[in-house]
């Protein structure tokens, strides 16, 4: 095998945030893509050409895929040329790493499997997921020989790859960036840059499977490290009287200084996630890593206490307004400015807690998405002069594009509670 190689069947196991667009983009180079995943209304979506997910870009190139006939979708392993495993590795009790769907995804394509088959895990995992992958993967197919210790002549090849995209740009991204290439063999990675050769234009670069999982894990709590500082900022200055964006602003002017803007806290499938795999491996050791997440797990609840103070206030106030008088009204859900991605999302968490806290009547703003989740219900989806014109509480969690001359709009009598920046 060498970097000319070519696929002509390729699976993607799991069509969410990251398959989906990866599927995409192997389709968009003429090559047969097989996308699986166990939610039937996503399988159904995607053959009928449409989306179930918002990515700028990526319905035209799906419909496009699709019409063609080189992108088809189902909820059953199919025999292909190489498998990409891009499914979900939360975590569970006390930020235990779960990667029970990726020992699923082995399970399910175990018995497709052939030789001369790639192999290619995605997920966001633990150091040493790969190592357990192909476990998992000989046990199921004790016919099959797979990259373990001691093996020779080994005929279905296994690699690492995580994703280091940016929803919203992942398309662009996908094609542009760089990637890690982490192969259980030098084969391995071999045939693996070969894959992702097919329309990647960033420079491919092979280590082995464990630096590639750590590299992963060091990039989005590198990230987090530094947001965690630039929250913790944010609570010594309100407590100091200090503005903390005009603190940034100036300090940032140091040639070597740029602190990141504080939020409302973390969220996402990947930095609120990802730091708990190094915790839990090296408990000992990860000491910066746990304080940074505990210091941006803890910011949400700085924002509650905010708001539960702005609600004493008023109704403190002569006219002794009773609770259930006041209106509050809370912008922005998403875990990030401009998507309609609510995983791990600090302000739909703020959103939850206030809703249950509080006898105030309740308005939720985000232009991303056109129905609130379940646990919201009790409040009202509205835009943002509706929420504008009936509140007294103003609570901006994201800095959404439709948010960004909020400033203006404020009456006088609101009290507003800025997580983001936005006001200032």
Same mark, same amino acid.
């Given at each position: 095998?060498?970097? %000319?190689?070519?696929?002509?069947?390729?699976?993607?196991?799991?069509?969410?945030?990251?398959?989906?667009?990866?599927?995409?983009?192997?389709?968009?180079?003429?090559?047969?893509?097989?996308?699986?995943?166990?939610?039937?209304?996503?399988?159904?979506?995607?053959?009928?050409?449409?989306?179930?997910?918002?990515?700028?870009?990526?319905?035209?190139?799906?419909?496009?895929?699709?019409?063609?006939?080189?992108?088809?979708? %189902?909820?059953?392993?199919?025999?292909?040329?190489?498998?990409?495993? =891009?499914?979900?590795?939360?975590?569970?009790?006390?930020?235990?790493?779960?990667?029970?769907?990726?020992?699923?995804?082995?399970?399910?394509?175990?018995?497709?499997?052939? #030789?001369?088959?790639?192999?290619?895990?995605?997920?966001?995992? #633990?150091?040493?997921?790969?190592?357990?992958?192909?476990?998992?993967?000989?046990?199921?197919?004790?016919?099959?020989?797979?990259?373990?210790?001691?093996?020779?002549?080994? /005929?279905?090849?296994?690699?690492?790859?995580?994703?280091?995209?940016?929803?919203?740009?992942? !398309?662009?991204?996908?094609?542009?960036?760089?990637?890690?290439?982490?192969?259980?063999?030098?084969?391995?990675?071999?045939?693996?840059?070969?894959?992702?050769? %097919?329309?990647?234009?960033?420079?491919?670069?092979?280590? /082995?499977?464990?630096?590639?999982?750590?590299?992963?894990?060091?990039?989005?709590?590198?990230?987090?490290?530094?947001?965690?500082?630039? /929250?913790?900022?944010?609570?010594?200055?309100?407590?100091?009287?200090?503005?903390?964006?005009?603190?940034?602003?100036?300090?940032?002017?140091?040639?070597?200084?740029?602190?990141?803007?504080?939020?409302?806290?973390?969220?996402?499938?990947?930095?609120?996630?990802?730091?708990?795999?190094?915790?839990?491996?090296?408990? &000992?050791?990860?000491?910066?890593?746990?304080?940074?997440?505990?210091?941006?797990? =803890?910011?949400?609840?700085?924002?509650?206490?905010?708001?539960?103070?702005?609600?004493?206030?008023?109704?403190?106030?002569? &006219?002794?307004?009773?609770?259930?008088?006041?209106?509050?009204?809370?912008?922005?859900?998403?875990?990030?400015?401009?998507?309609?991605?609510?995983?791990?999302?600090?302000?739909?968490? !703020?959103?939850?807690?206030?809703?249950?806290?509080?006898?105030?009547?309740?308005?939720? !703003?985000?232009?991303?998405?056109?129905?609130?989740?379940?646990?919201?219900?009790?409040?009202?989806?509205?835009?943002?002069?509706?929420?504008?014109?009936?509140?007294?509480?103003?609570?901006?969690?994201?800095?959404?594009?439709?948010?960004?001359?909020?400033?203006?709009?404020?009456? #006088?009598?609101?009290?507003?509670?800025?997580?983001?920046?936005?006001?200032?």
């Amino acid at each position: 095998m060498n970097a %000319t190689e070519t696929f002509k069947t390729v699976s993607m196991i799991g069509l969410g945030y990251i398959g989906l667009p990866t599927a995409a983009m192997f389709a968009a180079r003429r090559i047969r893509v097989i996308g699986v995943d166990v939610n039937q209304r996503a399988v159904d979506t995607i053959n009928e050409g449409r989306i179930h997910i918002v990515e700028p870009e990526l319905d035209m190139i799906v419909h496009s895929a699709v019409t063609q006939g080189f992108l088809r979708a %189902t909820t059953k392993p199919e025999p292909a040329d190489a498998f990409l495993i =891009a499914v979900p590795t939360p975590f569970k009790g006390d930020h235990e790493p779960d990667v029970s769907y990726v020992k699923a995804a082995a399970e399910s394509i175990a018995p497709v499997l052939r #030789p001369g088959n790639l192999v290619v895990l995605e997920s966001t995992s #633990p150091v040493g997921t790969t190592e357990e992958l192909v476990q998992w993967l000989a046990e199921a197919r004790p016919d099959l020989r797979f990259p373990v210790a001691g093996a020779s002549e080994v /005929n279905v090849n296994v690699a690492y790859c995580p994703e280091r995209v940016l929803p919203g740009h992942v !398309v662009r991204e996908l094609v542009e960036n760089d990637r890690i290439i982490g192969g259980l063999t030098a084969t391995c990675s071999e045939r693996a840059v070969a894959l992702y050769r %097919t329309f990647v234009q960033g420079e491919l670069l092979i280590t /082995n499977a464990r630096t590639a999982e750590m590299c992963k894990l060091s990039e989005n709590s590198f990230r987090d490290v530094n947001i965690a500082f630039a /929250n913790e900022l944010s609570i010594i200055c309100d407590k100091l009287d200090i503005s903390v964006w005009e603190l940034i602003r100036l300090t940032n002017r140091h040639p070597r200084v740029k602190i990141l803007q504080p939020g409302t806290g973390v969220g996402g499938h990947c930095i609120a996630v990802d730091p708990w795999f190094i915790v839990n491996k090296t408990p &000992a050791e990860a000491r910066l890593i746990r304080t940074a997440r505990e210091v941006n797990d =803890a910011k949400p609840q700085w924002v509650l206490d905010r708001a539960a103070a702005a609600v004493s206030r008023l109704c403190a106030t002569p &006219a002794q307004r009773k609770e259930e008088q006041l209106t509050i009204a809370v912008l922005g859900l998403a875990f990030k400015p401009n998507i309609d991605d609510l995983r791990e999302s600090p302000a739909l968490h !703020v959103a939850e807690q206030l809703l249950k806290s509080t006898r105030a009547q309740m308005y939720f !703003v985000e232009p991303n998405v056109s129905a609130l989740p379940r646990t919201l219900t009790d409040g009202a989806l509205v835009d943002v002069a509706g929420a504008l014109e009936r509140s007294d509480i103003v609570v901006v969690l994201v800095a959404h594009r439709e948010f960004q001359d909020l400033a203006a709009k404020l009456l #006088p009598h609101q009290i507003a509670i800025d997580a983001v920046g936005v006001l200032s």
